[in-house]
């Protein structure tokens, strides 16, 4: 087992490599133009293409036009970025074109800072874009988990043609740690609905016009029926010292790793804490808080953010239980300052 | 004889009348006894003998109503 | 978990802060030890103050990040400004007096004092300062023990330049050496 | 008898759905002509705009996309790199090109992309009920100014051929006009150069085509041909404005 | 009274300038142009500025620098539009910056068509924008309420310093009804802070970069602290035959007023149905829902979309009552299919 | 003995975040004093760009706004056509204006908007470190072009002051560079006809100014005004290339 | 509610049906009626065929939508085919025989033939045949009174040409008397 | 005596030597036993006396240190 130092962001790139990632399509943005830099120094020399985009909007756009080819192309971005990609990735959406999606998020609204953030989760789990569709999110929370997801996120997107959003904090993309470097992948689904010029075949359209409302109204119903199947199969959390946990932490992303060690520390104050920490946020592992909702006394969403997630875990425990919140918002808080915040919840609840 | 032989989708044919006015023999015009399903009076070809073949009139038409032989 | 060690790297952006953190990640990485290296990015912008916090533990790091680091490795007069108070009580704080004109509050603390600059100016390798400090600091702690840290300095420095890697092993060495006489 | 003008291969059966008299049929005529005289209709991918081409997919019988509104020719940009044998070519209005999608157009071209752009110039939005369009002409009325077009107000119409052709990475950049046999066969050869300027691998390719609307312009189709040729063609001149000859 | 025939999109340009407005930035969509069209014929008879812009976000960071004077400015599009629009919204949202934004929306997702459509829900209430953000959102259901809403967005826009989306089916903006047109609106709120030059003051300085994490986070603090406030005064929902309903619809836009048809056929057919129509989708007006909990037995949630308001009907909810949904694509339903679809839950319910 | 020279009234007193020897520093210093010496700091309104001038709302004593990354030309558009006023200046780097922000300038100029744009071009993304800009020169190394710059890859670098010059609503244009005593004089002169031009009603006018960025390019700051001579000033010539003469 | 009609206008996009609608629901809201009128935008694109729902009423109209109205206006085949099945039982069916060559299958509607397009080609008015058909639906059907709508021609017609609103009334009037004499 | 006199605001400099080089009389240098609180070590003048005014220096400085006297 090969271990190597590598930040966050570029175990990222080099899994989505070794994924067979051969096309990347991006404009910087601090803290995801790492990835872009690591393309650039590594796709020409793979056969791969690497341009930097006039804009976030050219970059989806070409993330569009080179996944139609069938080849596992991607873009990496940050807050504004991902903004001025929502049209676009409605429209990657609704033509089905699987591809990969980086938000190496950072504090918002407007400009905001280059700060941590996880603000924006409904951006990246109701579709920030116009009308009904869904793209998988993953949240990755380690260096290694960068690489794997990457990996991984190939495999769903081609799986169910859908794009796959990663969505990390500033921090986990600067983050050095050991990563085991996974094998190449070399196994790939046929692609038949791909453009390359209609030689021996039919010509192949992409396209997401659907001017009738029956038409329109089949698509949609096609694409919920997808979702659904994902919803299904695809659902993914790390649970850690739930069964017996009175208070139940959720959090996603390099925040729910710093919360393990405050779980530690909460349960050597006597409280008997838990994390469920959900790894994709859409679909979201509603099953793993519905299951904890007969044991534990209350959930605590923890977020870098003003409280977005929370929504997700109030619909699935369903008033069982309370749900309450703690966010920051441009700071990935420390373990002792989680650790404090369990405990004076614990307190409040009389646990 | 006629040199050219001109024939029509008449089905395509939206009479906008662009064949009419650019062939330079004059001799096409509108079926005001026709209506074709789109709704619209089809060109037909009034004096078919002086076709030359000239093919200007499918040149013209933006809805390829019009195939042209010569010869 | 019980042998973690959390140290902060702090100083101007071009003191060379973040590069050896990365060092003692990696030499404490090629002896086995679990690590992390997170910096601060302060700002889209320029200039400005870099920090950043190396863990080293025997076990799985849940937390890269830290309120109370073990210690703080600060080059310059902000940093012990902003750090001092931070460091978990009994820990350490290695100062750059070439930067530092003031002595620490905290007596609680192990504080080591060394003026790189000045070595690094006498070895006509002014770019050198930081490997200088970070030699002397593992022969004083042994974090990662310098015969190791030696070991694998062509590892490390894999892809630099055979002139690049000299000069930094003499810094470190340097520094490994005032260790040994002045602390 | 020889048939001497026919549907060309590169053309599917589907019915166009454009009003009476509209030139975009002759332009994608003319467009298919040439995908099938150089024999790359299998090998043609082609970019349909948001615009009355939206559906220009349903009509050329080869590998066809939609585009967003304006971004065809980053689509076409990423298709290109990744299959460079390919012929890439987009169909883009006025409002697609020449406003939206500014951006896109002006840096596939300084990029050089080897790419062919076909851009219909009708002086407004024809789809969307006859907006001005950066190319509208001065005084000329539209939805959005009733008022007629004022350099006060909304500047002087946009030359995109002349402003394209600046750029180092365009190889071959031409304008030419639909109202006419003569034009219209002056175009073919426009259109054809374009692709040629993309099998050599020269760099961007850009025909700017002056089309009628006579729907939005409230004119029968044959007054607007003269129309396009009274107003239009003076402003916007007709010609080659940059060609890159081969290695 | 003064009635008017008018089109919905003409009563909301003319209740728009009747406020006040007196900058429309735009870029023409279908249905949302004649909107455009009726202010450039308008505005510059009386004064106003009328831009067409070369794009949605150009027209949207107009409305930035246009709402930055202080003028009542506004902008209208649709669907992929509005995705444009996201940025500028983040933007708008963080500078405080009061305006109007006019969503008459169509089917999405990707270029979908021009069929009515409530499918940006998500966008519109969650902000689909990077972030944490809200903008106030207004959903009229007549003619009447497209010109009174207008006038009413500005003042709670002018009010919070807040954008304010008015949300309409493309059928609303098409529809003709009478108009009572209201009086001009006359009394201004100050607003020292406008850009204008700085001519006997200090500078003022609009800008949404907040560099620390501390500054990040009180404007973020900020901004939810004065959403609190709008969460509190303002939710606005009409209620119809709710007191002795089992069955309740919710549901807004023109088609809450078809459903107060079938509100009445079901009744006919022994049926107890009621229905809340929101008026203001953010904030959400949940009271309404929770004062039905304890006296309905089922709540039906009635959407042009696979399901989106639907969530925050549970999250009212919490589990006191079931939540079904209905819903179309593309297709602004008629009574007829409402009812029987009405008539379909009860008899599951066996009410 | 007499004050020749010291800071402008138009600047408060806040320090650059600048690199040591980054001439957005000098070009802010010209900036200021033009409005000074024109008298309309009061009517001034300044439009930051996302870029290392981000906080230039920081250091200009005016009102100010601060712009989404390449939009300021549409918040000028509008502020001031609903304050004539006002005097309304852009300040944008190459990344802002030549990448992101390609349809808005090119649109602004267009229309001939009453603004002066101040677009500082030092080849690449200095604010995010050092990625490849529309403007990097061939050859150039850069963090996303790290083989450099090539033709076929990249293709060539955009000449906004030429671009624009073609838009009929231009009124003036230029580019200038502050490699040197004589250049920074000339800059300034040119700065100022910018607000001339504004003041005058003509047009659109903006004034390209080459710039350092010692940082990124890794030189020290005299090292890198010498590159710029050598490097800059031969693609990107100096001159005014666009001059409407008043009425 | 009880007294609610809902009136279809259909056909090709030039026939000029939504017009026909909208002077219909204006004459109707002049005489004190709610009133609204819907058009199905059919596409963002050309040609194709057009309609519009008027709902008159002396109550509220709470949806200004129906899958079934009571009358259908036809001026093409293909509206006739369309529409024919979802009037109301007992509704009516207005035909413009010039475009429509088949009869309704339905037995249990009230049908009303008219050849629009040769009365208005009769006139010398050929875009007429709207005003034409709907000056005999009300001359038949009294929706709105022929005097009220006459009354109130001028107003609704307001800043157009005084030629144009001449020869809409002419046309209309020409309905009116085709009606007397013919159903 | 000096034709010019220049003055610096110390904690603005940052040694970035532009003036140092620009200056025509090269009078100008760092002052290596003084750290400003940015952590450079800022520019003097070296030969006051030699100054001409010609404020060539605070043209060049990108940070307004210096300030120009002259007469
Ligand atoms: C993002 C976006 N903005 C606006 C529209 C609406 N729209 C559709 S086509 C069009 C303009 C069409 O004009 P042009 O490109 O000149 O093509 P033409 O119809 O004249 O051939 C517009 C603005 C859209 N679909 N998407
Ligand atoms: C929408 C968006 N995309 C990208 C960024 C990241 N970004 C910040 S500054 C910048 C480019 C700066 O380069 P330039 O405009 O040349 O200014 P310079 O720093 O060189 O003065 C970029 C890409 C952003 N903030 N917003
Ligand atoms: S081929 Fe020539 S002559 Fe014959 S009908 Fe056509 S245009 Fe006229
Ligand atoms: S040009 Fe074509 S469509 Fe037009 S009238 Fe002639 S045949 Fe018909
Ligand atoms: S609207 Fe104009 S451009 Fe569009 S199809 Fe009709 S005539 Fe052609
Ligand atoms: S990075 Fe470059 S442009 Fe930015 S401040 Fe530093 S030297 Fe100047
Ligand atoms: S004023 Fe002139 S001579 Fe004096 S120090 Fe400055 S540059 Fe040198
Ligand atoms: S130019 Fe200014 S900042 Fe640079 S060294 Fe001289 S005084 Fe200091
Ligand atoms: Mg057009
Ligand atoms: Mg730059």
Known sequence: MNKVLMKGNEALAEGAILAGCRGFFGYPITPSSEIAEYMARKLPKIGGIFVQAESELAAINMVYGGASTGTRVMTASSGPGLSLKQEGISFISEAELPCLIVNISRGGPGLGGIQPSQGDYFQATRGGGHGDYHTMVLAPASTQEMMDFAILGYELADRYRIPVVIMAEGTLGNLMEPVIVRDEVTNFVEKPWAISGCQGRKPNIVNTLHLTAEELEGRNRHLFSKYEDIQMNEKRAETFMVEDADIVVVAFGLLARVIKRSVIDARKHGVKAGLIRPMTLWPFPDEHIKAVTDTCKVILSMEISMGQMIQDIRLAAEGRVPVEFYGRIGFLPNPEELTREILAVAERKGL | MAKGRVSFFYDSCKACGLCVHFCPKDILDFDEDTINPMGFHPVVIVKPEECTGCAICALMCPDLVIEVEKG | ?183 | MATVFKRPESLTDAKFHYCPGCTHGIIHRLVAECLDEMNIREKAVGICPVGCSVLAYEYFNCDMLEAAHGRAPAIATAIKRLKPDCFLFTYQGDGDLASIGMGEIVHASARGEKISVFFINNTLYGMTGGQMAPTTLLGQVATTCPYGRKVENEGYPVKMAELLAGNEGSAYISRVAVNSPANVVKAKKAIKKAFETQAKGLGFSMVEILSTCPTNWGLNPVDAMKWMEDNMIPYYPLGEFKVKEGK
Chains 1, 5 share one sequence.
């Open chain 3, 1 to 183: 978990m019980e042998d973690e060690k959390q140290i902060l790297f702090a100083g101007f952006g071009g003191q060379g802060v973040l590069s050896m953190g990365q060092f003692l990640a990696y030499a404490a990485m090629n002896t086995g030890k679990h690590v992390s290296w997170v910096p601060s990015y302060g700002a889209e912008m320029r200039g400005g103050t870099a920090n950043c916090l190396v863990t080293i533990s025997s076990e799985e790091i849940y937390s890269p990040l830290t309120e109370h680091p073990l210690v703080a490795v600060v080059l310059n007069r902000p940093s012990l400004d902003k750090f001092e108070t931070k460091v978990k009580p009994d820990g350490c704080l290695v100062i750059n007096t070439s930067m530092v004109d003031r002595d620490p509050k905290r007596t609680d603390l192990m504080v080591l004092k060394i003026p790189v600059n000045e070595l690094a100016e006498e070895m006509g390798n002014t770019r050198g300062s930081n490997m200088i400090l970070l030699g002397a600091y593992l022969e004083k702690t042994s974090v990662v023990k310098v015969e190791d840290a030696l070991q694998h300095f062509e590892v490390i420095y894999r892809g630099k330049k055979e002139k690049v890697i000299k000069r930094n092993r003499e810094a470190f060495l340097a520094g490994v050496e005032w260790a040994k006489k002045n602390w």
